[in-house]
């Protein structure tokens, strides 16, 4: 009679489970395919994916997404989380069509019983899928209807395997994560593919209610609902009682990495963003949602290194800044009246002598509006010389992923005078155009007319001397040898000419001024045209994206050399030879004497006058870095030499970098030499007498020529210095422009030895 009395029940909620389908049915039976997926929306499923953003050395730097899903293949997904799912959600999966009638019946029929007024679903993986992908998450029966339908289409679409993988790549997991690889990640800081079996079920545990098992947010609730599952897995014999047993008994634990919309890198990834974003490279994809994978040059290792050297060197020389620093009264009333909260004020009718003393009254307010005013800012550049690959970025001071907030990036977007870091470009004209390095200039002021004035500049420690070779005077950064040869054996547009082709793209005027870098540039810019004397004088394009996949691994874009010859190879190794010597003896010597730094280098200091600006940008063979420091209001300037000129300012964070990728075993750099070219003639020289000596004498060096340099010095092995303008009625360098030209900004005018 029992058995007899379940058949009838079993019966009567079939025909119930029909009655409610075909009621179903008619409720969209004018239009029975309004809001269904066509077929090729069934064929070529779209979810939102995450574009990927990796480093040249594979590790994972970001994520763009709306929706935080990274596709994987089903061999990718273990099977303790297939399973898992499968012991959950849908015992029968691999054997049903679509919709599990014999289960919805049961559950439909427990649903009366019980007289519940939300009833429990009995949904397939394949109808979860079906209305994750295609459909509302309303409750309602034509919903329902829809969902049956499509689910069966799904059947008749894509294998079991496809489907599975589908629907373990699309279902929310809780904390942001879309997905089981990204689920992966986020709680266990690794690829799905080395989920251990207790881990397979605490995901799997989330799908029920992503907050509720959060095993973040709910820990016990999470592994009591992981344990559940286990003995769902034993009790399908997905695994044996001593496999569940063992699971249970492990402990839960997480690494728990919520990613953001700032990965590593920040002010990187946020370039390669704005750099892929028009559609002029990418078409009509879009990165947030198309799941693309971009490869970058960026070296995670190096970012590290880069990133602690300028929190290192940040921090000591903040604290000598605010020791140092006092706000003129007159600027900070300007700082105030410039703020919003000011102009509001205003706005609201106060006299601007009430608005002034409200807001001054407001210390809280205020010491946060100036302390941000006097934040020193970085901008700090790796590029390899060899291919123009950008190794480390660092585009300001907030580099946290926790801290940046899409900021201003000092690499590529601002725009300061780099002061004597543009000196060698004038020299590479004059050692190009055969002159040579020993060749000697008098290290007195020149006063040019400009003008309605007379420009005079003067080095920055207000001394003069003799004759002085052009080697000595860059290795010293000695303005006026630096603007007396410009003007007595170079041209201003020849100098241009020179920072063009070593990669200077930013205006230049054309004055003379330029020769003590009044010319704004980019630290990015001004990498690659550095990077161009460790690669034997050819230019490599920085360049940052090596190659765009989309979600299929299909290439989209790839990256195409871009490089061209700047300089002559022998002229290049001279100005390499004059460039060493400012680290090794010159102005940028504290990178051997205070760091330690001993591998083979070069470089060049830099400070704008009132130090608003510290520069140094040096390379090895290998590696050609830049680093600018200052802030981002021009006003506020480093106080003291002491702390604020580029080899104290600047030069540390180069130096710390170095040291650091240097001794890296697994970067494998070495202490390379720079190439020397066949035809560089090198010749024991006396300082004392300029003149060619033996090589055991006192105080001689080894002087390196181009041939037509050397032709020049055996013409005239000793210069005679006769000026020949003492004074001059045009400043553009020898009669190039006819207009007087206006005399440097006061940023550059005096800077010299530092």
């Not at 339908?149 to 993988?165: C, H, N, P, R, V």
């Amino acid at each position: 009679m029992k058995n007899l009395f379940l058949k009838k029940l079993f019966f009567s909620l079939i025909a119930l489970l029909f009655i409610s389908l075909t009621t179903a049915m008619s409720a969209f039976a004018l239009n029975p395919f309004k809001g269904l997926p066509s077929l090729e929306e069934l064929e070529n499923p779209n979810p939102e994916l995450a574009s990927l953003v990796y480093s040249e050395d594979g590790i994972l730097l970001h994520k763009f997404f709306l929706k935080n899903r990274t596709f994987i293949p089903l061999k990718s997904i273990p099977k303790s989380a297939q399973h898992a799912l499968i012991a959950t959600e849908d015992v029968s999966f691999y054997s049903h069509w679509g919709i599990d009638l014999r289960r919805l019946a049961l559950v439909m029929g427990e649903n009366l019983i019980k007289g519940r007024k939300r009833w429990h679903g009995a949904s397939t993986i394949t109808q979860q899928l079906a209305k994750n992908l295609y459909l509302t998450q309303e409750r309602t029966i034509s919903r329902k209807a829809k969902e049956f339908i499509t689910a069966i289409e799904l059947e008749k679409t894509y294998t079991k395997d496809e489907i599975l993988a589908l629907y373990l790549n699309t279902v929310y997991f809780g904390s942001g994560a879309y997905g089981i690889e990204a689920a992966s990640r986020t709680y266990f800081g690794k690829p799905a593919s080395q989920l251990t079996l207790p881990e397979s079920a605490t995901l799997i545990a989330t799908l029920k209610n992503p907050t509720g098992y959060n095993p973040v947010k709910n820990p016990s609730s999470s592994i009591g609902r992981r344990n559940l599952i286990l003995s769902l897995m034993e009790k399908e014999k997905f695994i044996t009682p001593a496999q569940a047993a063992a699971a249970k008994k492990t402990r839960l634990i997480l690494k728990f990495t919520p990613v953001n919309h700032h990965g590593l890198a920040p002010y990187f990834t946020e370039y390669i963003r704005q750099t892929i974003k028009p559609a002029s490279m990418l078409g009509d994809i879009n990165v947030y949602r198309d799941g693309l994978s971009i490869q970058t040059t960026l070296d995670s290792r190096m970012q590290k290194y880069a990133e602690q050297a300028v929190r290192e060197h940040l921090s000591s020389l903040q604290a000598a800044f605010d020791r140092s620093w006092r706000w003129p009264e007159s600027l900070k009333n300007q700082i105030i009246k410039e703020s919003a909260r000011f102009k509001e004020l205003r706005e609201d009718g106060l006299t601007e002598q009430s608005a002034m003393a409200k807001l001054k009254a407001d210390r809280v307010w205020l010491n946060n509006l100036l302390k941000e005013k006097t934040r020193i800012q970085v901008g700090f550049v790796v590029i390899d010389p060899s291919n123009g690959h950008v190794k480390a970025w660092v585009g300001g001071n907030n580099f946290s992923p926790d801290d940046y907030r899409y900021q201003f990036d000092h690499v590529w977007q601002a725009k300061r005078q780099p002061g004597s870091t543009f000196k060698p470009f004038v020299y590479t004209a004059a050692i190009d155009k055969g002159i040579p390095a020993n060749f000697r200039v008098l290290n007195q002021p020149v006063a040019l007319r400009s003008g309605s004035g007379i420009w005079s500049p003067r080095n920055s420690d207000g001394s003069s001397g003799g004759l002085t070779t052009l080697r000595s005077a860059l290795s010293r950064s000695m303005n006026q040898v630096t603007v007396r040869l410009a003007y007595e054996q170079l041209k201003v547009p020849e100098i241009i000419s020179y920072a063009r082709r070593m990669g200077i793209s930013s205006p230049i005027p054309s004055n003379l001024s330029i020769v003590l870098g009044t010319a704004e540039v980019t630290p990015l810019e001004l990498a690659g045209a550095f990077a161009t004397y460790a690669n034997n004088g050819i230019w490599n394009e920085p360049v940052s994206i090596l190659k765009v996949e989309d979600k299929h691994n299909r290439v989209i874009s790839e990256y195409r050399p871009n490089s061209r010859f700047a300089i002559d190879s022998t002229s290049n190794f001279v100005m390499v030879s004059m460039l060493k010597d400012v680290v090794n003896k010159g102005t940028g010597i504290a990178l051997r004497a205070r760091y330690g730094f001993d591998y083979e280098a070069a470089g060049k200091t830099g400070t704008t006058q009132s130090m608003r600006d510290a520069w140094f940008a040096g390379f090895t063979p290998q590696l050609a870095a830049v680093v600018w420091t200052g802030f981002d209001d021009e006003r506020v300037k480093f106080t003291s030499m002491e702390y604020g000129q580029g080899a104290r300012a600047a030069l540390p964070i180069w130096a710390l970098f170095m040291k650091s990728a240097y001794s890296d075993p697994t970067l494998k750099l070495e202490n390379r030499y720079f190439h020397i070219p066949d035809n560089v003639i090198a010749v024991p020289i006396a300082g004392n007498t300029n003149t060619p000596s033996d090589l055991m004498g006192s105080d001689v060096y080894i002087e390196y020529y181009t041939p037509k340099g050397f032709n020049y010095y055996k013409s005239q092995p000793v210069r005679s210095y006769q000026s020949t303008t003492e004074e001059s009625d045009d400043a553009s360098g020898s009669g190039e422009s006819a207009e007087p030209q206006p005399p440097p900004s006061e940023e550059s005018a005096g800077e010299g030895i530092f």
